[in-house]
T-cell receptor, first 116, second 112 residues
Framework: NAGVTQTPKFQVLKTGQSMTLQCAQDMNHEYMSWYRQDPGMGLRLIHYSVGAGITDQGEVPNGYNVSRSTTEDFPLRLLSAAPSQTSVYFC???????????????FGPGTRLTVL | DQQVKQNSPSLSVQEGRISILNCDYTNSMFDYFLWYKKYPAEGPTFLISISSIKDKNEDGRFTVFLNKSAKHLSLHIVPSQPGDSAVYFCAAHTSGTYKYIFGTGTRLKVLA
């Protein structure tokens, strides 16, 4: 049971480039989410999904796209990278069994992204 | 508008003493609160949680207190150990929604 995995661990992009951050979980969790962590800002929700085919925006969705074609995978796409997207990105999953979001979220190890 | 605030960016405590980490919130609709612990180069891990129908929840050395009237929660670690040195995030959630709102984090350093 690998939990939540993220690839790559590190990435450097040039302004305007696009890329996809990968996230996978093997716990059959319905809920998955993406956060970014910036100094002094804590963790901010980018997008989330409550099941395959269902996604919605979080606090800071601009410049990012997501899709959820399977329960296991939840990739985050940067359409045209900007220096403001330099951050550490965390993916998380939760079973959401209670229906009220009181389940623990399990986080991946993160992807450190630098946009030059 | 920061709905969940951790006003102390850092805290240093001697080993064996109590660590108290604080968190304030502004949204009275929050009804579930969680604390996460994060080591460098790792993802956050769940520590302890509390529902708004309670005012205290305890798990070993960790206790979370909730004061709804003051919109304030605190995490107590007793006794503090060097392995507790990490960044601690509080998070809040409203039933029926799918979003967690995190605070900015407090870096705890436990001195041996």
């Amino acid at each position: 049971n690998a939990g939540v995995t993220q690839t790559p661990k590190f990435q450097v992009l040039k302004t305007g480039q696009s890329m996809t951050l990968q996230c996978a979980q093997d716990m059959n969790h319905e809920y998955m989410s993406w956060y970014r962590q910036d100094p002094g800002m804590g963790l901010r929700l980018i997008h989330y999904s409550v099941g395959a085919g269902i996604t919605d925006q979080g606090e800071v969705p601009n410049g990012y796209n997501v899709s959820r074609s399977t329960t296991e995978d939840f990739p985050l796409r940067l359409l045209s990278a900007a220096p403001s997207q330099t951050s550490v990105y965390f993916c998380a999953s939760s079973p959401w069994t209670s229906g009220g979001g009181t389940d623990t979220q399990y986080f991946g190890p993160g992807t450190r992204l630098t946009v030059l | 508008d920061q709905q969940v605030k951790q006003n102390s960016p850092s805290l240093s405590v001697q080993e064996g003493r109590i660590s108290i980490l604080n968190c304030d919130y502004t949204n009275s609709m929050f009804d579930y609160f969680l604390w996460y612990k994060k080591y460098p180069a790792e993802g956050p891990t769940f520590l302890i949680s509390i529902s708004s129908i309670k005012d205290k929840n305890e798990d070993g050395r960790f206790t979370v207190f909730l004061n709804k009237s003051a919109k304030h929660l605190s995490l107590h670690i007793v006794p503090s150990q060097p392995g507790d040195s990490a960044v601690y995030f509080c998070a809040a959630h409203t039933s029926g929604t799918y979003k967690y709102i995190f605070g900015t984090g407090t870096r705890l350093k436990v001195l041996a």
